[in-house]
């Protein structure tokens, strides 16, 4: 534990304090766990080929950040991963197909990992994610 000094506005203290005692929890406690929880999101449980990238994410502007977050994958990559997963539930794949499918799926899982950590972000700075009828879907 490391020790810090801050000052709080007496309303926010007493808010503290009724909240530790309706949950039996010490005020020291109760401003970890508020900091904790609105600390930005970590890199640290990503794939560390993508880890600095997710990091940098963080120096980037709101509207950087919204266009990473609305991200499609492209059209023929899409089509192409359908296509192959296709052929793999009926078993027909060669290896070079295989392997082509493992990328295409690495390349879609680490879109989604970087539009997840963007509204992630975005969401840490106060804008409000999309409702899930308002996103895009493939065609």
Do not use: C, F
């Amino acid at each position: 534990m490391q020790p810090i000094t801050i000052e709080l506005p007496e309303s926010v203290m007493r808010q503290l304090l009724r909240m530790a005692a309706a949950t039996q929890q010490s005020i020291e406690t109760l401003v970890a766990q508020s900091v904790l929880s609105n600390l930005p999101p970590s890199a640290e449980n990503a794939p560390p080929e993508i880890q600095a990238e997710l990091l940098a994410m963080q120096t980037l502007s709101t509207d950087e950040l919204l266009a990473i977050a609305q991200a499609e994958a492209e059209a023929a990559q899409w089509y192409r991963h359908s296509e192959l997963l296709e052929q793999n539930q009926e078993g027909q794949l060669s290896l070079n197909e295989r392997q082509e499918l493992t990328d295409l799926r690495q390349t879609a899982d680490q879109l989604m990992l970087r539009k997840a950590y963007a509204w992630a972000l975005l969401r840490w700075r106060g804008q409000k994610p999309p409702k899930l009828k308002d996103l895009p879907t493939p065609a």
